[in-house]
């Protein structure tokens, strides 16, 4: 990839920022909202960070009864994670 030598105003750079941060929210806003149709509301709670990093899923949980719940059920998981978004081709819960 080249690197651009023309020169951007500062306005537009914040433009680009600030658009670029309203679909990142939106986008963890999507997988907070799929991961709480799965899991339902009360694992929601217990989970500390949802990422999405290519087409792998990540889950930190804080606790450790709930995460190694959902370490047992991770293969059901995924397929009801699937459901919601097809391109979701793998799941680590940490």
Request: glycine share 2%; aromatic share 6%.
């Amino acid at each position: 990839m080249r690197r651009s030598l023309k020169t951007k105003r500062f306005s537009d750079l914040f433009d680009d920022f600030i658009r670029q941060k309203k679909h990142n929210h939106h986008r963890e806003k999507t997988l907070s909202s799929i991961w709480e149709n799965v899991v339902g509301y009360n694992i929601l709670i217990a989970t500390q960070n949802i990422s999405l990093n290519n087409n792998t899923l990540c889950i930190i949980i804080t606790d450790p009864k709930v995460k190694n719940t959902l370490i047992l059920q991770k293969r059901e998981l995924l397929q009801k994670i699937q459901r919601f978004n097809p391109r979701i081709s793998s799941l680590v819960i940490k």
